[in-house]
């Protein structure tokens, strides 16, 4: 979806009125959607790219604040997600 083009025109007042109108958990998945509208506008055969990234990088920061987790834990999950995130 370019920026300059019909579609992104709609896409986005739609968006910020959806984002807007919705509050706590339910915004989020909101923004998580809008993501992977617009990514996979342009082309979704990486949108299974993108959503192995948001599972890995949610799984690393559900161990980073996991009870009992060691500074040098959380420090290795971090640095997975970054690898992971600009590896890829």
Do not use: E, H
């Not at 300059?4 to 109108?21: D, E, H, M, R, T």
């Not at 890995?56 to 995130?85: D, E, P």
């Amino acid at each position: 979806m370019l920026f300059n083009a019909l579609p992104f025109w709609i896409f986005f007042p739609s968006f910020f009125v959806l984002y807007f109108a919705t509050r706590d958990r339910v915004r989020l998945w909101v923004c998580l959607s809008g993501s992977y509208l617009f990514y996979g506008w342009w082309d979704y055969r990486f949108l299974g790219l993108i959503a192995l990234l948001t599972a890995l990088n949610f799984y690393c920061g559900q161990q980073m604040t996991a009870n009992g987790s060691t500074s040098r834990r959380r420090k290795r999950f971090l640095m997975l997600s970054i690898v992971a995130s600009l590896g890829i």
